[in-house]
């Protein structure tokens, strides 16, 4: 007789496998993109650094890569996927938006 606990811990193990697999061809399609400086499947990419974010960084540390990668990588891939959509808003319609601490000098912020 199959009890929930095995029920549960196959369903878990299942997912896990398939996160595992999602994991891999993020990296496959990240270091091709890294590569040849052509991103292909963006959405995808992009849906991968979203939603699997807290593993990737971690990952990402313990490789040995520098602290914010998963951050840039992110940022990068978002400016790509926006780019033709932005770069047609005319200049003078266009907003900047800065923190506290870049527009006072005497912010208590650390920085």
Not at 14 to 35: M, Q, T
Not at 65 to 84: P, Q, T
């Amino acid at each position: 007789m199959i009890s929930v606990f095995d029920i549960l811990g196959l369903i878990l193990t299942f997912i896990l496998i398939v996160i595992g697999i999602i994991l891999f061809i993020a990296a496959i399609f990240i270091a091709y993109s890294a590569k040849t400086k052509k991103v292909i499947f963006p959405g995808f990419i992009l849906f991968v650094l979203d939603f699997l974010y807290y593993p990737l960084k971690t990952l990402t540390e313990k490789l040995g890569f520098r602290k914010g990668y998963i951050d840039i990588l992110s940022n990068d891939m978002k400016n790509f996927v926006n780019y033709k959509g932005l770069s047609k808003i005319p200049f003078n319609e266009r907003i900047l938006l800065l923190p506290q601490c870049l527009r006072k000098m005497d912010c208590p912020a650390t920085l």
